[in-house]
């Protein structure tokens, strides 16, 4: 073994209890409870919710299942909320699915099909397929950084399918290198004028300016996402300027940040996000009071 293999799993073991607990930054609570507390302040504020269960590693399928099916009822009659779930985790079993589907449509929330690894998309497709003339409102997100999802823009674009992009956390394996932000914009250019709403899931500024701004001259009606936890106060001041409508996905259950640790070599920053974010996990009230102050300091000025 070489020195530098050893002194990556060095790390590795180091920065793993690190990562778990500044994972406590990024999730509203264990309860979907803390999640709809979220999603209210964010209301408050004229910010739209996307909630999200976030499973334990090996959880039943059928225990998953339960959440969502809680999480549909919760968000019912909540204006500008819809719920984000994970097909693999529900190990693409159409039964289950299809409860949720089901419930979803008789409570008029929206079913948002989170993206994972590039391997999950085919089978998480197939069970899209099966349920999108079920009569739920079921979207879609596509990654930048996989060179599958520029065909994948067009099979949303033809069956009139709202679409969250985002850059991607896992490599293509086909395309190792693609550069996620120009991936990114290869997919909002394969959307526009076509789609009927495109999510731009970003706190890149800069992207998602380039991005909302191709959408809207193709006339294509679309929104910005981010992700509880991040910084939010540049991107809600660049969305106000824009005069674009906001979600924040809040997501709740199981404090976990698979890729963390693997994004460090990348970008050293995280780094310093894990310290900093285990630091305000041990000591902030709660993630939601570090939030609450954010999103006060983004609309003053």
């Known amino acids: 073994m070489s020195w530098i293999s050893k002194a990556r799993r060095v790390a590795s073991r180091c920065l793993t209890p690190l990562a778990l607990r500044a994972a406590k930054a990024y999730v509203a609570g264990e309860r979907l409870e803390d999640a709809l ?148 914009l290869e997919v909002i250019d394969a959307l526009a004028g076509r789609a009927r709403h495109v ?26 996402e981010l992700l509880y936890g991040l910084p939010m106060p540049r991107s809600l001041e660049m969305a106000d300027r824009l005069a674009v409508g906001v979600h924040v996905y809040v997501p709740y259950g199981r404090a976990y940040l698979p890729y963390a640790l693997s994004r460090v070599r990348s970008n050293p920053r995280i780094l310093w996000w894990l310290v900093r974010d285990a630091v305000l996990a041990c000591c902030a009230t709660s993630p939601a009071d570090r939030d609450e102050h954010e999103l006060a300091d983004a609309r003053k000025g």
């Not at 499973?55 to 500008?80: F, I």
């Not at 394996?173 to 996620?180: F, L, Q, S």
């Not at 706190?203 to 679309?222: G, K, M, Q």
């Open 199 to 224: 999510a731009v899931a970003s706190h890149d500024v800069p992207l998602a300016i380039e991005a909302i701004n191709r959408l809207r001259n193709a006339d294509t009606s679309c929104g910005l």
């Open 37 to 184: 507390a979220v999603a209210d302040r964010l209301a408050d504020r004229g910010l739209g919710a996307t909630v999200g269960y976030w499973d334990a590693p090996n959880e039943a399928p059928s225990t998953v299942a339960d959440a969502y099916l809680e999480g549909v009822r919760a968000l019912a009659g909540r204006e500008h909320a819809y719920l984000s779930i994970k097909v693999p985790s529900l190990q693409y079993r159409p039964e289950l699915m299809g409860e949720v589907v089901a419930e979803a449509m008789r409570q008029r929330v929206r079913l948002h099909f989170d993206a994972l690894s590039p391997e999950t998309v085919d089978p998480s497709r197939a069970l899209f397929e099966q349920f999108l003339d079920a009569g739920a409102e079921l979207s879609f997100t596509l990654p930048g950084r996989w060179s599958r999802s520029v065909d994948d823009a067009a099979w949303a674009v033809e069956r009139g399918v709202m679409v969250r992009v985002v850059k991607g956390q896992w490599p293509d394996p086909a395309a190792p290198n693609r550069d996620p932000s120009e991936g990114f």
